[in-house]
């Protein structure tokens, strides 16, 4: 069988004009019409089609490649400009412009706040499309990994003693340099000196701010044993690939057809604290109470979800022993009856648990009458095995937690609760399997959010597309939208 064979040196015609590189139908087409209809004076980005004076590029073109890019899980600006040479429907979105990648990088890091506002309009758009209606909210979190290594996480004391050596360090430099600058004026040794003077200058104003940071958070109550140097804002996080500098992604997907409504991310390494500040943020943006927000155990703080439930919106949270699907061991919490008004307990035996106190975190203390009862009781060793005899915990909010879990069994929450883990685990499973968003390139909050925001604005037009089942038909909606 004959061989086909490449001919470089053949003459071939690329269309005379870029406009034809890409079909009607290139997804590239609706990532461009999307930024074409963001307002970039709400976004905080200056734009003046009449600027004289020195060119710059498009701040209107420069995001479509940036939103554009992360879309096929490119974010280093270094890739991007390649692209931008290589790539037809780049060299298409951009029409010819061919930015380095240190403007590139300029760019993102000059407009992040206003790229975080990207998917908010972005939502808006939805709203006007009639893709998201904001009545069932789902609540869900991810860890990703920040851009830092785990073994710069630090202690609060050793801070302190790299901050004292970097005093004696400077003070010492500080000595040098003078007793030299008279000997071998700009000679290399007293570059090199003020060069490393300049340096620990730097880490030590960035360990002073370390420092601040583990006073503020013990003013607070946070009880944070480690701060990472390069990337502060991160913490260390445990997950499927173990322990790592990492992130705590949030987002709050609609019910109707499974678009992100607000994405976040945050340095807690625990979800418990983010039910109502995710679930309110996301109303914010649509305008709108939901009627029902549902999450996994992750979130069962009895005190979080309260703060939800008291403004007449419906929670679907399951317990940790409702998640669990454990059979309840024969002498629970739940066999042991309460009484309300003496505020006691009576065990399946008819004796008596009385009040003894509080514990840590709103905890309630009921301990048997006399040991000696439960000794002599036949369940002695299967009841309890302790000395002083049976105690129980209670919540200070115990009938509130009881009441959550009731509602999370009944039948119509289980539909509900069946449809959440497709609704949001979907965006994560697109963010991180197709954009490739297992680590951040960015540092710091800010530019984390950054990040996070593009890919979570990436995931939406995706999945607009997959609705529309039509880059053409999107495309006209989003130029012919009034948010």
């Not at 995001?63 to 879309?71: A, I, Q």
């Not at 003693?161 to 005093?167: E, P, S, T």
């Not at 701060?227 to 499927?240: E, F, G, R, V, W």
Request: glycine share 6%.
């Amino acid at each position: 069988m004959a061989y086909r064979n490449g001919q470089r040196n053949q003459m071939t015609f690329l269309p005379s004009c870029i406009e034809d590189y890409v079909s009607p139908e290139d997804p590239v087409r609706a990532y461009d019409a999307f930024v074409e209809a963001l307002d970039l004076k709400e976004l905080g980005i200056t734009y003046n089609p009449h600027k004289v004076g020195n060119s710059e590029y498009n701040p209107q073109a420069m995001l479509k490649l940036l939103v554009y890019g992360y879309s096929y899980g490119w974010k280093s600006s270094r890739r991007l400009e390649r692209a931008i040479h290589h790539n037809l429907s780049f060299i298409w979105l951009m029409g010819g412009l061919k930015p380095d990648h240190k403007t590139i990088s300029e760019f993102r890091r000059n407009n992040k706040n206003a790229i975080k506002k990207v998917l908010k309009q972005c939502v808006r758009m939805c709203i006007a499309l009639d893709l998201i209606d904001g009545n069932i909210l789902f609540v869900d979190g991810t860890k990703i990994r920040a851009n830092a290594a785990r073994g710069k996480n630090y202690s609060k004391k050793h801070y302190q003693a790299r901050l004292a050596a970097i005093g004696e360090r400077i003070n010492k430099l500080l000595d040098e340099c003078e007793r030299i600058d008279h000997q071998e004026n700009e000679q290399e040794s007293l570059v090199k000196m003020k060069e490393e003077l300049k340096n620990s200058k730097k880490l030590r104003h960035k360990i002073q701010d370390i420092l601040k940071q583990f006073q503020q958070q013990e003013q607070q109550g946070i009880a944070r044993k480690t701060i990472n140097l390069t990337d502060p804002d991160s913490a260390l996080m445990k997950s499927i690939q173990g322990s790592h500098a990492s992130y705590n992604g949030q987002s709050v997907v609609d019910d109707k057809n499974g678009l992100i409504i607000h994405a976040d991310v945050v340095s807690h390494t625990s979800d418990l604290n983010q039910f109502a500040q995710q679930v309110t943020q996301a109303e914010a943006v649509v305008k709108k109470q939901c009627q029902v927000a549902s999450a996994d155990a992750g979130y069962a703080d009895t005190e979080e979800l309260e703060k939800i439930d008291q403004r007449g919106t419906k929670v679907i949270v399951p317990s940790q022993r409702q998640a669990l699907h454990k059979p309840e061991k024969p002498f629970s919490k739940s066999v042991f009856s309460y009484d309300k008004e003496q505020n006691c307990y009576y065990c399946p035996e008819g004796h008596k648990l009385v009040y003894k106190g509080k514990q840590a975190q709103g905890k309630l203390q009921y301990l048997i009458t006399t040991a000696s009862i439960c000794k002599r009781c036949k369940h002695y060793g299967i009841c309890t095995k302790a000395k002083r005899g049976r105690k129980i915990v209670r919540l200070e909010k115990e009938e509130i937690k009881e009441r959550f879990e009731r509602e999370y069994e009944k039948a119509s929450s289980q539909e509900i609760y069946a449809r959440r883990k497709a609704r949001v685990e979907h965006p994560f499973g697109h963010i991180k399997r197709n954009l490739g968003t297992n680590n951040f390139l960015l540092r710091g909050r800010e530019g984390v959010q950054a990040e996070f925001t593009i890919a979570a604005t990436c995931f939406n037009i995706a999945r607009m597309i997959t609705i529309f089942g039509s880059v053409t038909g999107l495309s006209y909606q989003f130029a012919n939208l009034q948010v």
